[in-house]
Every structure is written in C-alpha cells, then in structure tokens.
C-alpha cells in the first residue's frame, strides 16, 4: 500500500466515523495528500524516513505550531502555539502524517474522556458492540436526544486511542500522568505504552503533573510501538529531566527465553471491584508465561494501597501551580471585567476552566499552605518514594517484570460512568495504573482477548526503569501466542453495499 | 578643662527642642556623632536624623551625663538585615535563550518560557550558575555542591507564571562574609565592619508593569522577567542606614570587580529589600517590616532610617509595629505600606519539578550521565583566582603604601588601585601626591569627561610628570584639575609647558607672597587683634584670603608659616 492510498483509507475511516467525537482539529486532506505524494517519492528514490507517511494523531495538550490546542478546554480555545512539542517535531522529522489534534479530559483530567469542552469521546467498540446489545445508532453524536448509551474510551487520552482503534491513523500519541494512556488503550483494545519518566521529552507538553507526565503511544502492535519509541525517544535539550544520554534504538528480541525470565504478580493489585473476567485472564496470562518457563510469583507491593492518595495530592499541588499561569493575560481565554487584575483573572478562570480542573486547583492551594505543607505534600512525597522503593525491592529481588491488571473491567457504559463525579471515576479507574507514574517505571497496556461484551481485556506489564526494550520484548511475546482480534471498521464493503450500512458486526475479521 | 557634650541629635531634637546650631557653635563644643559614633567638631549643616532619642531623652538633654546614661539604657537598638537582588551579568536570561538588554523596546527580550506559554520548560544557563558560584566564592560563602530549584507563588501581571523560580531551601551557597568600610554620612568617619550572610540564591526576576493611569490601562513588559537574579540574604547584622548603604556599596564594588554583576541601581541591575526593626537594649528583637525594592545607596540611607523613626514614633505613641511589607516614598522621605501585598503573604513553596537538582562539579570525573541531575561544571579562571578584590587592594594599600582607609576606600572603588601601584612602582611617585592627585582632581576629571581610568585621555606618563611636579610642590593642589584637563585637549603637549602656558607655577617669589601678606593683615585689623588675644585659628582666615589673592598657586602650608612668621615678627 502507498503512503497516498494509506492517507486516503485513513481519511475515509476518519470520515465515517466522525460522530465518535475524537479529533478535534483535522488537517486538510489536500495538505496530507500533498505531503503523501511526497513521502511516495523518498520511498521510491529509497529515502524514506523512519515514519514516511505514517498517519499520527496526537492529543490536543501537545503545542502544534500554527494549529489551535485547546487541552479540553474553554480556557485555550483561542490558543495557538507559536511553536512544536518536541514530539511533534520529531514525528514529522521522521516524515510522518500529522492527520490531527485528538480529543481529551479538559486539561487530561479524567479517566473517561467525557470531561472535555468538546464533549465525549465515544469508544470505536461501540460501533460493533453497545451496553443494550443493540448497535450504535448512526445519530450517535447527539445521543443525548435519543438516549442512546455506548461505551466510554477511556481517559484522558481517549481521542487519540479511538483514533486508531477507529483506523484514522496508525499511530498517536497521549499523555499518561496517572494511567491516562493505558486506561483508553485497555478500553479501546490497544497497545498503550507509557515509557519510562525521562525517556522522550515533555518540552511542549502542556503539563498536568510535571513530575509523572509522560508521552505514551498508541499502536495496534508493539512492533509498532517499538519504531514509534524509536523515532522520538532520548535526551532533549529543552527538557532538563529527559536522559542525558541519547537514544540507543531498542530491539524487539523475537527470540526471547521466556524460561530465563522471573514475572512477578503483586498481591495488592488484586482489588476490591476486580471483575470476575479481568482475574481470568490475569490467571490465564500468568499460566502462559509460566507454561513457557517463565518463573511467575507472588510479591509483595505493600505501600500499593497508597497509590491513589499520594497520587491525589500530589497531583492538586502541581495542579494549582501549574495552572496559575492561565490568567488570560498573555494568552487565552479573556472574558472579565478590565476594572482590577485581580477581577479579570478570577473571571477568566472561573469561566475558563470546569469544576474538576477549579477543584484541583483548590484542593492543591490548600495542601500547598505554609500549615499544611508538612501534613500534605511532604507526607506524600514520603509516600512516594516508598511506592517506588516497592518497585526497586521487587525487581532487586530478581523480578524481571511485573503483570497486574490495568482496569477493573472492561470499557464501562457512559450511563454509568457518569453517575459519578470525576473525582469518585479517577480513584476507581486509576487504581492500579498510578503506582508506575509515582515509580517512573515503564509500563505497557496489551490488549489480550475480548469480554463477554465483546469488548477488550487487557492487562499491564511494568519493568524496571529504562527496560523498555525487555518490556517490548516480552509484550511481543505475549501479542503473538494470544493473537488479539482488533477492531476493524472495514468501511470498504459498507460503501459497496449502502443498504447494509450499519451491519458493522459482520465485517469485523473474526 | 574640655568637656565632652553628649548630644543626643535627631530631626527633631534639632528642629524644636533646643537650639542645636547654638549648642555646636560654642567653642570647643565636640559632639559626638550618634549615626558613627565618631567624635565630630565643627558645623553641622545639615540637620539628619543620626540618632534616635527616646522622647523621654529629648526632653532630658540637659541632664547630668551619668542620669543620661541611665537613660540611653531605654533608647533604642535598630536591627536591619538586607536582602540584595543582583541581576547576574550574562547574555541570556536563567532559564531561557532570549537576551538580556537594558532598555530595549519593551517584548523584545522575552522567550516563550519567560511569557510562560503552557508547555515550555526552563532551561538552566550554566554561564548564571557560574557566576553566582564566583561571587559566593569571593563572600567567602559555603558552596552547596547539591542545591535546589523552588517555586515561589504569587499573582501579578507582571509574573506570568504565577511563580517565581527560586531556591528557597537549598541555596547555591550558605554562610560567608563581607568586610566593608562603614562610612559616616554626616562626617568623615571611616571603620572597617564586617557584616555575616545567611545565603545566595538563584532566582528569576519579574517583568514590569506600567501603569497609565490617565488612560486606565496596565501595560505589561517582559524584557526583565526571567533575568537571572543572585538573592544575597544577609545577617540582621546592620545598625543604621549608613550602615547598611556602606555594605551595599562595597558589595556592588566586589560584584563589578569579579564581573558578576553590572552594578548598575539606577537601571535595576541592584535592588535591596531592609528588613528593620527596633527594640530595647537587651530585650528581643521588635517585629521587622520589610522596606522593599529599594534603589539606591542614597535611598538605602534615607529608607532605613525614616522606617526606623517611623518605628520608635509608633512604639512610643504606644502603637504596635506590624509584619507588613512598605515600600520608600522618595519624594515624600517615608516609608508606606505596599497597596495590594496581603498582610501574611502564603507563598506556598514547593519544590519545581521541571528542574533536577543543581550538582556542581569541580571536574568531568564525578558526572554520571544517568544520574537525573543539572551538573555544572566549575570553570577555572586564573584571572579571577589571582584577582585582588576590593578588600585586599585597600589593605595593600594601607599595609604596604600606608594610604590611610578614608584615602583607600576612594582610590579603590574608582578603579585606580592599578594606576596607583603603576605610578609609584614604575614612575617613582610619592604616594602622599598620588593619593592627593587621584582621590579629588583625577576623579573629578573622569567623572566631567565620564570615562574610566582605562579610557583615560590623559596618559600615566602625563599623569606621573604632574605627580612628579606636584609632589616637589612647584604647583598647587587646586591647578591640578586646569591641567589635566588641558592635557585631556592636547595629548600630545607635555605637563611643562602646559603649566607654563597658563602660568599655573606655584608663587614662591617671597616678595610677591609678603606683599599679599601684608595687603591681607592690612585690610584685617580686627581678625589681627583677636589673634593678639590669642585666637590662633585666625590663621586660616589670613591664609584663605592671602591663597585667593594668589589666585590658588600658593602652598598653604608655607603661606600659614610666613603669615604666622610676620604676625610674630610684628608684634
């Protein structure tokens, strides 16, 4: 297939499968068609980059020059960047196809993608699948007027996972702070990787956590994952806490002994809410590994139960400095009265943010106080580092990696994801997936098998820091005995035959 | 007998209780400075707050000394600590690559990191860490080899981030010290002090805001925002405005010597925040207030010692003195409450994580490249290890020349150390003339023609000639600055002939100095008389006059001598 014909099918997909809500920004398709012709022509003269003309999405919080990024928020509607993420800079060094900015939690503050200002993202599965059993109607985009329900994506980065799970792109990158990219990936059926803290740049990265903030990548594979690590990975000048070092490009080992490997199963991640399905195939996956050779043992992660807390205030501290620049003097929103400085900002604010974003900040003002600096954010800060020294004694002790779950389920209903408030969703769905922010370690979503729903079930693999390569090494491994079905909207056949244009279930390859 | 008159002076004292022009007027009367301590005779012109009586002493100024000793024990102590923000002389600013130029249009020296867009990252310019390093090395200063970057919050418009990048605790550099020449500003007292620092921290300074009042609008410039700053916090080790204006001064000196900062208060490269307080002799220390953004040395006097008087008028109206933030009115003489600074400001300080700590190494050995650390490493400078700095050039100058420190601290802090050594080790001077002819004349001159001494357009060759003909007192101290100056015109003309050109040779035709003389005690008869009575200081007056009529080319050492010959003589 060309890069002309690949920028084409994934604009087709794009195209049908609009009203999932997940990119916002799109760039024109004459634009891509043109960069497609030349990507074409350095495959042909035998110069093609790393990524020609692979189509990428990226979330809406990484800075594109001259193309709006508004993180999900009233606050930056009117922001555009006068410059690159780094990487966005390095995709399209690399010659990739930015086909657009995806959707997301305002200010990647969520775990369901239905917080932004641009509304829900709704989960690609829900076009072969829905919580009544009944298909996704085509109206879906104003499903508050029918009453339709479908599947959440996942969050914060749920946009750029239903982008390609949807087929608009063969690749995007999210931002993981507390889970943010393996909890869409789970729920859409990806590969989610959230590579180790300090291994690709957070330059032009809008922050959420500075200290846990990662750019993680979507694929359908991990030898995917592994050319896209590849291309944007190593130390970067405008970012003081990337690795010194540049990048050595890792190698998916096809080989790897699976009997020389020691794969841990920490007893804390059995959590409360746990379902039934998702301790299946924990065991199932265990049982693979072990039938190989593999070592598989128990261990101990006491400090685990503490993640969410720690995460929590953690997180609001950051928060509440962080955002203290959106004051909408030197950019975005700008609505208050001009009387007194402190009016206008507490206008902007008010009406540029929503109520997770102010609760956070408030929340984190409050821990930041002289008085409760000690109680809150230090007490956390201990918390911390003994989450990660949970991680440095189980991989000291031999481990080589560890597999837990990576959601308690598989995709949730909307109806019931917003029952609660974002708050009470993040604490449940993060559960298990901040520890290896707190820690730094690389961890990575695998999507495994279908639920009785027909939805995806995935677990997660966690190594030491900097063990990307290993970490791939034996996710690849794994994709290959469990050959995963993806989704696959096969619009083709559904262009052919228009009466039958909703009969999504049976072009899913089976 | 003489006896010591224990005035206690301040403004209002002067002005409202007593005559205090009267009292100093008395002959023989010696005051005793209460700013320096010093024994100070002569006329006090200009009336300053130099000590801070207690009402209660105001009204007993008569007393007898060893009652007003009693007293003093109720006066007040003021205790003053500085905090010293210079902007670290580099090309770029702490954290990011825009420029660092003074007065350019306003916006053109800021980056996308200084106007804080969501998503950049600072970045540490190691040139600022190596300066800051520099100077703490010349205060002596403990230097941290692992420090720490903060976040100070607050809003204003002017701070785009809503924080500041500090390094609140873990400075660059704990400790040290500074030796610096206290000197009076109502006499010529002159004493080496030496005051303690806390610490020295790297910190980014702020934008400005402008406020155009007649249109109503705020107008934001970013150029300054994110300059590097060194925070230099010092002791409450500070006595006085004067006290406080000497180290500032000297610290600027040191700051400009070693090449770390510009110096410059009048453009902002220096601002000093004081924190004062008062309190009675052995009781604890008052509540402090801080006297903010404070830019001048002049200012640093005046600000002080109106908060400390605004402070003891308060505590003795009965009132209490809160933790508060003012800043100095200089228009009106007086410190005011900052407008929209809260009283108990909560800066809510936490560390930023976008910056690992800062590892300072002294060579490539100890850095590890996996280590998540901003590593930076020393730079050997010869140059500055072999650098006198300020302090020593004045005690090379009082140990090994004998230049007194009232001498010294002028030649060294106009730059003419080397010149000096130059002109007495290479072109024989005597040191007495060139001190006498750098100190006054050579920095006047300078200063009408607003160069350094480097850029000088009189020559040392030219310059030693004139300390050489001056020193054999063939030409008097008030012609040196007509001469320099006409040197500075003529480059190629020799001293010589310059003096000769304008018949500046000193007058040493007896007849001519007798006949003046005389013409003065002639024309004096009273001032004659009084001497008879023994009024010896009459002297000076006959000798000022007899100088004006040699138009200023005489010795005034000789002139008294002759006067005082001829007086003897005739009587």
């Known amino acids: 297939m060309s890069p002309h014909d690949l920028a084409l099918l994934c604009q087709k997909q794009l195209q049908y499968t609009k009203h999932l809500n997940y990119m916002l920004q799109q760039t024109s398709s004459d634009v891509l068609e043109k960069q497609a012709k030349i990507s074409e022509q350095l495959y042909s003269q035998g110069t093609a980059k790393a990524l020609e003309g692979i189509p990428i999405a990226f979330k809406d919080n990484f800075c594109t020059l001259g193309v709006p990024t508004t993180c999900g928020s009233r606050m930056l509607l009117n922001y555009v960047p006068p410059y690159n993420a780094t990487m966005v800079e390095k995709v399209l060094e690399a010659g990739a196809l930015m086909i657009g900015k995806a959707n997301l939690d305002e200010f990647a503050m969520g775990s369901g993608s239905t917080d932004g200002c641009h509304g829900p993202v709704i989960n690609p599965w829900s076009m072969v699948t829905t919580p009544s059993g009944e298909r996704l109607s085509p109206s879906v985009a104003d499903q508050s007027s029918d009453g339709s329900d479908w599947f959440v994506a996942g969050g914060s980065s749920g946009g750029s996972a239903a982008a390609v799970a949807a087929g608009a792109c063969l690749a995007s990158f999210g931002s993981d702070t507390g889970g943010s990219v393996r909890i869409p990936a789970s729920y859409c059926g990806l590969v989610g990787l959230k590579p180790t803290y300090g291994l690709l740049s957070r330059h032009g990265l809008i922050p959420l956590v500075n200290s846990m903030d990662v750019p993680g990548i979507f694929t359908k594979t991990v030898t995917d994952s592994a050319i896209i690590l590849n291309a944007v990975a190593g130390h970067d000048n405008k970012d003081s806490t990337t690795v010194q070092e540049s990048h050595t490009p890792i190698q998916i080992d096809e080989d790897i002994d699976i009997s020389k490997l020691n794969v841990g199963i920490p007893k804390e991640f059995y959590v409360p809410g746990l379902s039934e399905e998702v301790v299946t195939v924990w065991r199932e996956i265990a049982d693979l590994l072990e039938k190989a050779g593999a070592r598989v043992t128990e261990v101990s992660m006491p400090h685990s139960r503490h993640c969410i807390i720690c995460y929590h205030v953690l997180c609001c501290c950051e928060v509440a400095s962080n955002f203290s620049r959106y004051t909408g003097i030197e950019f975005g929103l700008r609505c208050g009265s001009e009387e007194s400085t402190e009016e206008l900002y507490a206008e902007n604010r008010h009406h540029g943010f929503n109520d997770v974003v102010r609760g956070r900040i408030l929340a984190g003002n409050f821990f930041l106080l002289r008085r409760n600096y000690e109680r809150f954010f230090l007490k956390a800060q201990r918390i911390r580092r003994l989450i990660s020294n949970d991680f440095k004694n189980a991989f000291s002790a031999g481990v080589d990696f560890l597999l837990t779950p990576i959601t308690l389920s598989d995709a949730p209903s909307h109806s019931w994801f917003i029952q609660k408030d974002s708050r009470t969703r993040s604490a449940e769905q993060d559960v298990v997936t901040t520890a290896a922010n707190l820690a730094g370690v690389p961890a990575i979503s695998l999507p495994l098998k279908l639920s009785r729903q027909n939805l995806p079930l995935s677990l997660q693999l966690m190594g030491p820091r900097f063990s990307e390569s290993r970490l791939l090494s034996l996710a690849h491994w794994i994709e290959n005995e469990v050959q995963f079905q993806h989704l696959d909207l096969d619009f083709h056949s559904v262009e052919e035959s228009a009466e039958n244009q909703f009969q999504f279930n049976d072009v899913i390859r089976k | ?571």
């Open chain 2, 1 to 571: 007998m003489r006896v010591w008159t224990k005035l206690r002076l301040s403004k209002t004292v002067c002005l409202r209780k007593f005559s205090f022009r009267s009292a100093l007027c008395r002959p023989r009367t010696t005051v005793i400075c209460f700013n320096c301590g010093s024994l100070y005779k002569g006329k006090v012109t200009q009336f300053r707050t130099f000590c801070f009586a207690s009402e209660d002493q105001r009204r007993n100024l008569d007393l007898e000394p060893a009652d007003r000793q009693k007293q003093s024990q109720t006066s007040w102590e003021p205790v003053i600590g500085l905090e010293i923000h210079a902007q670290i002389k580099s090309a770029s600013k702490l954290f990011s690559g825009a420029g660092t130029q003074y007065g350019a249009s306003p916006n053109t020296q800021v980056s996308l990191f200084d106007a804080a867009f969501p998503g950049t990252l600072p970045v540490l310019n190691q040139r600022c860490v190596q300066a800051a390093v520099r100077t703490a090395q010349a205060l002596g200063c403990h230097i941290n080899c692992v420090s720490k970057f903060d976040r100070k919050h607050y809003f204003y418009a002017d701070m785009p981030a809503g924080y500041q990048i500090t390094q609140q605790r873990h400075p660059l550099a704990v400790g040290g010290s500074l030796t610096y020449v206290y000197q009076c500003s109502i006499t010529s007292f002159v004493e080496r002090r030496s005051a303690r620092l806390i610490q020295i921290q790297l910190e980014q300074d702020s934008g400005k805001s402008l406020h155009d009042l007649e249109n109503g609008v705020s107008l934001i410039d970013l150029n300054r925002a994110g300059h590097g700053l060194m925070e230099i916090v010092t002791e409450p080790d500070f006595t006085s405005g004067d006290d406080a204006a000497s180290f500032v001064k000297d610290l600027r000196d040191l700051l400009v010597a070693i090449g770390t900062c510009d110096g410059r208060m009048a453009e902002g490269s220096m601002r000093v925040d004081a924190n004062v307080s008062v309190n009675r002799p052995g009781e604890p220390l008052g509540t402090r207030t801080e006297v903010k953004n404070i830019n001048s040395t002049r200012n640093i006097r005046l600000a002080i010692d109106s908060e400390i008087e605004r402070q003891i008028r308060v505590l003795e109206g009965g009132g209490v003195i809160e933790n508060e933030t003012r800043s100095y009115d200089a228009e009106d003489g007086q410190t005011i409450p900052m407008r929209d600074k809260e009283k108990l400001l909560d800066y809510r300080f936490f560390p930023e994580p976008n910056l690992p700590p800062l590892v300072i190494h002294c060579d490539h050995s100890t850095i590890s490249p996996w280590s998540p650390s901003l590593s930076v490493i020393l730079e050997k400078d010869e140059d500055f290890e072999k650098m006198l700095l300020p302090e020593q050039q004045r005690k090379r100058l009082e140990e090994k020349y004998g230049v007194p420190l009232i001498h010294s601290v002028v030649l060294v802090r106009q730059g003419l150390f080397d010149l000096f050594e130059i002109l007495v080790n290479q072109h024989s001077c005597e040191v007495w003339a060139t001190t006498a002819v750098l100190k006054t004349p050579y920095v006047a001159f300078l200063d009408d023609h607003k160069v350094d001494s480097e850029e000088s357009p009189v020559s040392i060759e030219q310059l030693a000639e004139l300390i050489h003909i001056f020193q054999r007192e063939k030409i008097s101290s008030s012609s040196l600055s007509l001469v320099l100056n006409e040197l500075a015109v003529n480059s190629s003309i020799s001293c010589q002939s310059v003096i000769e050109e304008k018949g500046l040779w000193i007058v040493d035709c007896d007849d001519v100095i007798f006949a003046a003389i005389d013409e003065v005690l002639a024309k004096n008869p009273q001032n004659v008389k009084s001497y008879k009575k023994g009024k010896t200081n009459q002297i000076k007056v006959f000798t000022n006059k007899v100088i004006k009529i040699l138009d200023g080319k005489a010795n005034t050492m000789r002139i008294q001598q002759l006067i005082k010959d001829r007086l003897d003589k005739r009587f």
